[in-house]
């Protein structure tokens, strides 16, 4: 990603916007001239990011003419890649049939479609029961949109009482106040944390790298969260309880984390004991990413909301969807038969008519199955190249959607000292070398720990993969190299 990712990643303790007085020196970005301070508020007052003046495929063009190859797809948002043909012709004969129409009154076939196709997609294998779609332009909209319609839900079925919202830590699920609200991603919400929506919770992550017990099991381990989960229900009284948040697969906050085996059908299970919704967040891990249409696939389990977005429109258009299952529906058909919400830019066509160009790519192409298939490639180049390399204790995740976890000691797992920034010095070294990657600090539990999430297009060649997965190593060695000798 372009390294404008450092800044969102670093702790709050790091961050130039919070503390003015001491920028970054982690990162080695042009300083913004005094006398050409930008309009556009960057994420920091002191870097300015790169200038990207063209893209195409897994490649960006920045304006000095350097090549950089996409290896992280932005955010893991760029799934076919840039620059694609067929989709500019697709946004550009919506505009000319219609660029804005208002959902009050009107609906425009493109979003009719895009909403046919996310429920009928001939790439998603497993039986699910969804009825309806809401699309909202960014993913945190998407949680906001979910989380209200669930409350909803319970609210016209005479269930007020219903107001809690159970999330995981290190898990993230947007920067609007609501979406934030249920997010741990610690950093983020520091300036804040007094001001969000009192009634959340948090139980553990599923996060057996870092949290189960060298004597545990899986499926001890599984069984542990499950009773950490059902005892959180009992302390607030199930019956207040609207529903469980959490991501198939963790993105952002601790880099590519699959839950243990078992776990999401005992989630389910225990949900539909307390009548409580099952809300998953695939913004990151979904649309195919993870070599499944859906992340939860391969979790034998379905969720009774879903919200997807950045794979959805792959960075042609921002949109996001919330996919919205029968039982929800029926709630509302039983009620006002109104969604009591609404933005001015919901299912906007342009948006809808891009992403639909998108998503018929990946059907037709079959993409799903390449991440697949490529990801299979990926792992093993990974697990070849830094199986035996000191700092990296763990390699993990799902299709084209893989991190590395940094520590200091592979036997106790221990973190490197934050003050290294080795995350984001690997990040910034193979950013050097021409492979942008998307770095992550506070892997552990918000503050502590580095990762570094790999997630190129779909349609990356074997060559560029290979590519990525050498300059990352190139990257790595020169960030090891620089602890020689440092007493930590
Ligand atoms: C990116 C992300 C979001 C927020 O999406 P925005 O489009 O940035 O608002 C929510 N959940 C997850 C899991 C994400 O990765």
């Known amino acids: 990603m372009a390294p404008s990712a450092i800044v969102e990643t670093t702790s709050y303790a790091n961050n130039p916007i919070l503390t003015p007085t001491e920028p970054s020196t982690a990162i080695s970005k042009t300083p913004i001239l005094e006398s050409a301070s930008p309009s556009l508020l960057h994420r920091s007052l002191f870097e300015q990011p790169q200038t990207v003046s063209s893209a195409s495929g ?7 003419g350097r ?8 955010a893991a948002v760029a799934c076919i890649g840039h620059g694609n043909e067929e989709v500019m012709a697709a946004t550009m004969a919506q505009m000319r049939k219609v660029s804005y129409v208002h959902t009050l009154s009107y609906t425009v076939d493109a979003a009719e479609e895009l909403a046919h196709l996310l429920l009928h997609n001939p790439s998603s294998t497993n039986a699910h029961d969804f009825e309806k779609v809401y699309f909202v332009s960014s993913g945190s909209e998407a949680n906001d949109a979910a989380m209200k319609l669930s409350r909803q839900f319970f609210f016209e079925q005479g269930q007020s009482q219903r107001k809690y919202f159970v999330a995981r830590r290190q898990a993230y699920h947007g920067n609007t106040i609501g979406a934030m609200s249920v997010s741990s991603f610690v950093a983020r919400k520091i300036p804040y944390e007094d001001m969000l929506l009192p009634y959340v919770s948090f139980v553990s992550p599923a996060y057996a790298y870092q949290y189960a017990q060298a004597s545990e099991s899986e499926a001890q381990y599984c069984a542990r969260l499950i009773a950490e ?5 009992l302390r607030l009284g199930p019956e207040n309880v609207i529903s469980f948040i959490a991501e198939p697969v963790v993105g952002a906050t601790s880099g590519c984390v699959a839950s243990p085996r078992g776990y999401f059908p005992a989630v389910r299970k225990l949900c539909d004991k307390y009548g409580i919704l099952l809300h ?13 249409y859906f992340a939860f696939e391969q979790e034998e389990v379905v969720p009774d909301v879903v919200v997807v977005g950045k794979g959805l429109g792959g960075g042609y258009a921002p949109i996001a969807a ?46 799903v199955q390449r991440c697949a298939k490529m990801g299979q490639l990926l792992e093993r180049l ?11 204790g763990d390699i993990r995740g799902r299709g084209l959607f893989w991190a590395l976890e940094f520590v200091k000691d592979k036997a106790t797992k221990s ?3 934050k003050a290294i920034g080795f995350g984001l010095g690997v990040q910034q070294a193979a950013f050097d070398l021409g492979v942008a990657l998307y770095p992550g600090g506070g892997t552990v539990d918000g503050v502590n720990g580095d990762h570094v999430l790999i997630a190129p297009p779909y349609i990356v060649s074997e060559a560029d993969l290979t590519t990525i997965v050498r300059v990352l190593k190139e990257a790595y060695d020169l960030k090891a190299k620089s602890l020689e000798g440092l007493d930590f």
Do not use: W
């Open 415 to 417: 973190p490197l000292p």
């Open 229 to 233: 989960l059902e005892a959180e229900f």
């Open 322 to 367: 919330v996919v919205i299952s029968r039982k929800i529906v029926d709630g509302l058909r039983s009620g006002s038969s109104v969604f009591n919400h609404g933005h001015t830019y919901q299912a906007h066509p342009v948006a809808c008519a891009t992403a639909l160009a998108v998503q018929r790519i990946v059907s037709r192409e079959r993409l």
């Open 382 to 392: 990974l697990r070849e190249t830094f199986g035996e390399s000191k700092y990296v």
């Open 58 to 64: 897994s490649y960006l063009t920045l304006h000095d």
């Open 67 to 74: 090549q950089i190859l996409d290896g992280c797809g932005g």
């Open 280 to 292: 998953l967040d695939e913004i990151m891990c979904g649309m195919g990413r993870t070599g499944t």
